[in-house]
């Protein structure tokens, strides 16, 4: 038997496809993708920059475990009843007891990749912030900045580090940028 076939469902779907929350939830994409009220959304990723990133907030986070902080990639997240977003970092509050988030973490964290775009990004953003995320960062790992989104507004982290806000934590980008 083909792997394909072993597994639930697997497809190739181009952007705009609609289907049903039930379909999309079943279905393997490759890579991952997001739900937008009944449209499946491909996400950019998959170059080094991007990758690199994702990996050095994943291990930097990591370091405080004992906190209770947990950082994990590309975890799904129910941010409206047909809505499921896939950040590239999740920042918890401890282990999360079920295995599609629905309900806010600490820190959602977008990585731009050369595809993305400001509407996309930002439809991205106000999804996490009116699901009762705090804080998103988003990241540009080409021009090494950060910008800091939250339901206030929105700021660009300067210096040479960026807050985790309610922590004592503090993200040098000399860890992050490596």
Not at 64 to 87: K, M, Q
Request: hydrophobic content about 40%; aromatic content about 8%.
């Amino acid at each position: 038997m083909p792997i394909e076939a072993a597994m639930t469902h697997t497809v190739d779907m181009a952007a705009g496809t609609q289907i049903s929350v039930e379909e999309y939830l079943k279905t393997v994409y490759r890579p991952d993708r997001d739900y937008v009220d009944g449209v499946v959304q491909e996400r950019n990723l998959g170059e080094w920059d991007h990758s690199s990133v994702q990996t050095q907030f994943v291990i930097f986070f990591s370091k405080f475990r004992h906190t209770g902080l947990r950082a994990v990639t590309e975890l799904r997240i129910r941010v409206r009843e047909n809505t499921y977003r896939i950040p590239d970092v999740v920042v918890t509050a401890g282990k999360p007891q079920e295995q599609v988030l629905t309900k806010p973490p600490v820190l959602c964290i977008e990585i731009l990749s050369k595809g993305d775009t400001v509407s996309q990004t930002n439809e991205r953003v106000v999804d996490y912030l009116e699901f009762g995320v705090p804080v998103v960062w988003v990241v540009d790992p080409r021009e090494r900045t950060v910008w800091i989104y939250r339901p206030t507004g929105m700021e660009h982290a300067v210096g040479l580090s960026v807050k985790l806000e309610g922590t004592s934590i503090e993200v040098p980008f000399s860890e992050i940028f490596d």
